[in-house]
């Protein structure tokens, strides 16, 4: 396997919250590098969202694709696979739709991808009031010290240091693909992600784990790469528990390939 990607897709999943994601864009367009290609998952959201990729698409000149498929309750994994099926570039930075970007995010993932292995990146938790004064007034700076942060040190950035955390493992813990970079190789070695995963929890941990059975390694990236999550309201977890016997699944019975994924989506 290569030691660099050639190219680089950014991998943006989105539902229904396009006031967040406009945020979010806003933070691309600062990177201090740009990703080739932008890609944004769509699990069903009204138009509105679709106007907002085409208008930053369009002004900006963003490479953006936008993947959408009907509204049919919680189906990350389907679209996430759907929308990888609509690139080539070889390596995958993956946030969710309300995660604002450092302007080095992209730049200091880049600068930790080691062959055979997924990146697994932290967040920085905005709190309610912070979260509502940017959706209502705009994109503002954010440090270690700006109050509404409530882990501030996941926010501070100093690459000299990420030594100390990014050593390899083999551990499936504190798994979140909020902030998640692998090789598209690697993704397509394991059938991506499994579409059997309906509704909240857990695909994002089974994903790690036959990444992990199939002879990856995880390297945690700390004091760079820093993106802040946007506060919600808790999301549906009716299927929660579902999910969780699933994963379980995988890992007492290690199958690394899974049956319904990257290649069944469609």
């Known amino acids: 396997m290569k030691n660099k990607p050639d190219k680089v897709a950014l991998l943006i999943s989105t539902y229904n919250w396009p006031s967040a994601l406009e945020l979010v864009l806003e933070t691309v367009l600062r990177q ?3 990703a080739d290609e932008i890609l944004v998952a769509d699990d069903g959201s ?17 490479p953006l694709k936008h993947i959408w498929q009907p509204d049919e ?24 739709g309300d995660m604002l970007l450092h302007p080095n995010f992209i730049a200091d993932h880049l600068s930790a991808v080691r062959p055979d292995c997924f990146i697994q990146g932290s967040r920085v938790l905005l709190n309610a ?14 440090r270690p010290w700006t109050k509404g942060i409530t882990n501030r040190i996941n926010a501070i950035r100093f690459p000299l240091l990420r030594f100390l955390f990014n050593r390899e493992s083999t551990s ?5 693909a909020c ?24 695909e994002d941990v089974e994903f790690a784990t036959r990444l992990l059975q199939a002879g990856c390694k995880k390297r945690r990236l700390k004091m760079a790469a820093v993106a802040y999550h946007l506060h919600h309201a808790i999301v549906n977890r009716n299927n929660l528990q579902q999910n969780e016997i699933r994963f379980k699944e995988t890992t007492k019975n290690p199958h690394w390939v899974c049956q ?3 290649i069944q989506a469609s």
Do not use: H
Request: proline share 1%.
């Open 260 to 262: 319904n994924g990257y």
């Open 73 to 96: 309750g919680f189906r990350k994994s389907l679209i996430l696979n759907k929308a990888i099926r609509q690139t080539s570039c070889d390596y995958i930075i993956q946030v969710d």
């Open 129 to 142: 009031i912070l979260t509502r004064k940017m959706i209502q007034t705009g994109l503002m700076p954010l």
């Open 172 to 176: 499936n813990q504190n798994i979140k």
């Open 32 to 34: 201090t590098i740009q």
């Open 179 to 202: 902030n998640l970079a692998f090789w598209r190789e690697d993704y397509i070695r394991v059938n991506g992600y499994n579409n059997d995963f309906c509704g909240w929890g857990w």
């Open 46 to 62: 009204f138009d509105a969202t679709r106007q907002l990729v085409e208008y930053y698409k369009n002004v900006y000149q963003l």
